[in-house]
């Protein structure tokens, strides 16, 4: 039998996801719980190398530090993700200023966007993560707006008329006004 390498038999996104379905089943077995120990689970290397594959595959620009995902492969992924999990788990790491840029509009004017560090972007979906799960199982238990919306006519939802205040539960609010 050939040799197989720690990597291979172990998956990063396999033990991610065992660690997100703990957190997720803590979560609904206990409603009352309070997650206090979550940051040190930032910086494992299995959820940090999870990260990176997706802020990798979304294929974003550098930020203001101009540190590209090319960059990043060159300089080598393994050390790049060392390096954030020692930060991180320093507690040095601090987020960088996003680089902002303008983006057109269809009618001519533009807005801002905000384009974060990659580093700062793999911290982002590490922390996304770890608490995700935790937060679906409240959104799944009170119902979610999805299935409150599928309540409601097709055509009632389409016009924003009167069938959308209705919706959000307020008389007169627009549908997520966040009163």
């Known amino acids: 039998m050939p040799l197989v390498s720690v990597r291979e038999t172990n998956r990063p996104e396999d033990r991610t996801t065992v660690l997100q379905s703990k957190l997720y089943r803590a979560a609904v077995d206990n409603r009352a719980r309070r997650f206090h120990a979550l940051y040190d689970k930032l910086y494992l290397p299995y959820v940090l190398q999870r990260a990176w594959e997706l802020v990798k595959r979304n294929r974003g620009a550098g930020g203001i530090d101009g ?6 492969e060159a300089y080598g992924e393994e050390r790049f993700l060392e390096e954030t999990a020692q930060a991180v788990r320093e507690q040095t790491y601090r987020p960088v200023p996003v680089r902002r840029v303008h983006i ?9 966007l905000g384009i974060p560090t990659v580093r700062d972007r793999v911290v ?11 937060h679906q199982r409240r959104t799944s238990l009170r119902g979610g707006l999805r299935r409150m919306l ?6 009632e939802r389409a016009s924003g008329g009167a069938g959308r205040s209705r919706a959000a ?9 966040g009163r």
């Open 150 to 155: 599928l309540r409601i006519p097709a055509g």
């Open 169 to 177: 539960g307020a008389p007169g609010l627009p549908l997520g006004s």
């Open 124 to 134: 982002q979906a590490a922390a996304k993560l770890i608490l995700e799960p935790m």
């Open 104 to 112: 057109p509009k269809r009618d001519g004017s533009t807005r801002p």
């Open 67 to 72: 540190q590209t995902l090319a960059g990043i």
